[in-house]
């Protein structure tokens, strides 16, 4: 039997906000690389280590014997603890039981943050270049986003004057990244006591996202949190991702103010029920027994860091010194191209694929931003490519 029927109008269907959220500026080029053969790719901010052992170990014990059902909302009591006792090195001090909440990977944690903060209307600064996720979560509950764009001459440090000329009546959240993606800054304790100052007399909350808070080098991490005033007026995120290797196990958390902590939780039920057990349970071990793991791939990563850094120096290609994460962002703008071009060229060309500095922020255009989680011979690799690749710009 025929059916009539009216055709959808899947435009007028869809959110607004949503279709007009721009897709991730690095999808495109890692979308072209994934269609090309021999490609020497730069650009995936995923550690090239495996899981330690005795954290995948943890987890096939956990599936033998069945311990497969849903944990507490805010997940397991004693993974909670491990992770309290883990930020005491960083002068850091939460109750298990309501300041903290395990979340899926840290970027549940960041949108639990500003979904339970920012209202229609409320301004969110966003210090960039920067993680690409912060700004469309922050439009798609109605927030206004304020971009607080960062230079290299500073060294991509957020400064107070630049702060303090953003902030307004309707400022309710600065979203402040560091060890920051892309630009491997950070920000040291007299860095972070000037922000703190133009923050206590407002009442400003701090989304601070300290994903890479492992990976720094030549210094310890310093969390905005633990400076005097500052605890109760931050949310700070984390997770195991980066300084674990556990990106596909999908486990973060979040610690902050008891009654933000609880608001976020009750989205987290509806939304998520709980993170994933298995992963909860690994990463108890991760916590308790893979210091020396973490100290091994930090290492390595700070002579992947100076080796690729002198790299595109000596290409033309300045690059300022990161001390964090594992990232570089050399500049291109001798090349005369803007970084979707030099990107599209190179990729096309010699096939390097790396991703456009725009991709994260409009203070990011001019940059490229490389990835040094991959071996010093995948890395030499791409910076004989890439020098062809000059040459034959300026031939």
């Known amino acids: 039997m025929a059916v009539n029927s009216q055709p959808l109008d899947y435009e007028r269907l869809l959110s607004r906000r ?7 500026g690095i999808r495109k080029f890692f979308d072209i690389a994934n269609e090309m053969e021999d490609v020497v790719a730069l650009g995936v901010g995923e550690p090239d280590f495996k899981t330690p052992w005795v954290v995948r170990d943890a987890a096939i014990q956990t599936l033998e014997r069945g311990r497969t059902s849903y944990s507490a909302n805010a997940g397991l009591a004693r993974l909670r603890e491990e992770i309290c006792r ?30 339970a903060l920012v209202e229609p209307g409320d ?16 439009e798609l509950i109605g927030g206004k986003v304020v971009p607080i764009p960062t230079r290299a001459a500073d060294q991509f440090r957020l400064t107070p004057q630049a702060l303090r000329e953003k902030i307004t009546p309707r400022t309710k959240l600065l979203v402040f990244p560091y060890p920051n993606n892309p630009t491997g800054a950070i920000m040291r304790r007299e860095h972070l006591e000037e922000i703190a100052d133009v923050l206590r007399d407002t009442g400003v909350i701090v989304l601070s996202d300290e994903i890479y808070s492992e990976l720094t080098y030549n210094r310890r991490h310093v969390s905005i949190a633990s400076l005097p005033g500052m605890k109760e007026r931050t949310i700070l995120i984390n997770g195991f991702s980066k300084s674990f290797s556990m990106t596909g196990w999908r486990l973060g958390y979040a610690c902050g103010p008891a009654p933000i902590i609880r608001q976020m939780l009750k989205i987290h039920q509806f939304a998520i029920m709980c993170a994933p057990t298995t992963s909860q349970y690994a990463a108890i071990e991760a916590l308790r027994r893979c210091e020396e793991n973490i100290h091994t791939m930090v290492e390595e990563y700070d002579r992947r860091r100076r080796y690729i850094v002198d790299g595109f120096n000596r290409l033309g290609l300045s690059c300022f010194e990161p001390e964090g994460a594992f990232y570089i962002f050399p500049s291109i703008q001798s090349t005369g191209l803007t970084s979707d071009e030099f990107c599209e060229r190179l990729l096309y060309s010699k096939r390097v694929a790396v991703v456009p500095g725009g991709a994260f922020g ?26 062809a690749f000059l040459e034959d710009l300026h031939a």
């Open 18 to 24: 949503v279709q007009e959220i721009k897709p991730s």
């Open 123 to 138: 301004e969110v600064l966003i210090v960039e270049p920067c993680f690409v996720a912060y700004a469309p979560i922050v």
């Open 86 to 115: 883990y930020l005491e090195k960083y002068a850091l001090s939460y109750d298990p039981r309501s300041e903290t909440i395990v979340t899926v990977g840290g970027s549940e944690g960041i949108d639990l943050a500003i979904r």
């Open 362 to 387: 409009a203070s990011g255009e001019g940059f490229i931003r490389v990835s040094y989680s991959y071996s010093i011979r995948h890395i030499t690799e791409a910076l004989r490519r890439i020098e």
